[in-house]
């Protein structure tokens, strides 16, 4: 089975600055990968997939990169609804597997 | 607008059952394969099980294999989990998610149903 991992752990950000989450892969997916953000006591909502599309509805300040192992997401200016849990995915391989997920915090 | 509304959760016993529904709305049900992931307290993302629009086929994690059993009435639009032998460790909110494009790609999600397995 594949692994997912993130870095880091937590993240500390200040409102208007630029975020980057990292997301590696245990084997090649491809492009086959997807970003969530969860806010507590919320069901996770989907911001990108196949990498680098944004889902319906997702602002312009958040952007997916990478493919393969190795994936990135930034969000470029930071919002005070920004501060939440975000989890990689892969659905390139059965079965799918999520990151332990990124804690973004305010600094 | 898509929705999905999950019911059934609840406090069962080690060993014990329970069912949980997701009602769907807002889209072709029969048309999309649809998925349970799970939570557990503090904890990350566990997809549990999925069922193909096409022909209703099911699949499953291993963690889950031969105690839960997932499946569809296309006609009132709901999905079900049935879930027997339960154990400590399947505490856990339980969601449904619909697929969009990709069997494994959720984009929407219900809010959520939580299950406590505990004595």
């Known amino acids: 089975e594949i692994v997912m991992t993130q870095s880091p752990a937590t993240l500390s950000v200040s409102p208007g600055e630029r975020a980057t989450l990292s997301c590696r892969a245990s084997?090649?997916?491809?492009?086959?990968l997807a970003w969530y953000q969860q806010k507590p006591g919320q069901a996770p909502r989907l911001l990108i997939y196949g990498a680098s599309t944004r889902a319906t509805g997702i602002a312009a300040r958040f952007s997916g990169s990478g493919s393969g192992t190795e994936f990135t997401l930034t969000i470029s200016s930071l919002q005070s609804e920004d501060f939440a849990i975000y989890y990689c995915q892969q659905y390139n391989h059965w079965p799918t597997a999520f990151g332990q997920g990124t804690r973004l915090e305010i600094k | 607008e898509v929705q999905l509304l999950e019911s059934g959760g609840g406090l069962v016993q080690p060993g014990g059952s329970l069912r949980l529904s997701c009602a769907a709305s807002g889209f072709d049900f029969s048309n999309y394969a649809m998925a349970w992931v799970r939570q557990a307290p503090g904890k990350g993302l566990e997809w549990v099980s999925g069922?193909?629009?096409?022909?209703?086929?099911?699949n499953y994690a291993d963690s889950v294999k031969g105690r839960f059993t997932m499946s569809r009435d296309t006609s009132k639009n709901t999905l079900y989990l049935q879930m027997d032998s339960l154990r400590a460790e399947d505490t856990a909110v339980y969601y449904c998610?619909?697929?969009?494009?990709?069997?494994?790609?959720?984009?929407?999600w219900g809010q959520g149903t939580l299950v406590t397995v505990s004595p």
């Open positions: 998610a619909k697929t969009g494009g990709r069997y494994f790609l959720f984009d929407y």
């Open positions: 069922i193909a629009g096409s022909n209703g086929a099911t």
């Open positions: 084997q090649y997916v491809s492009t086959n």
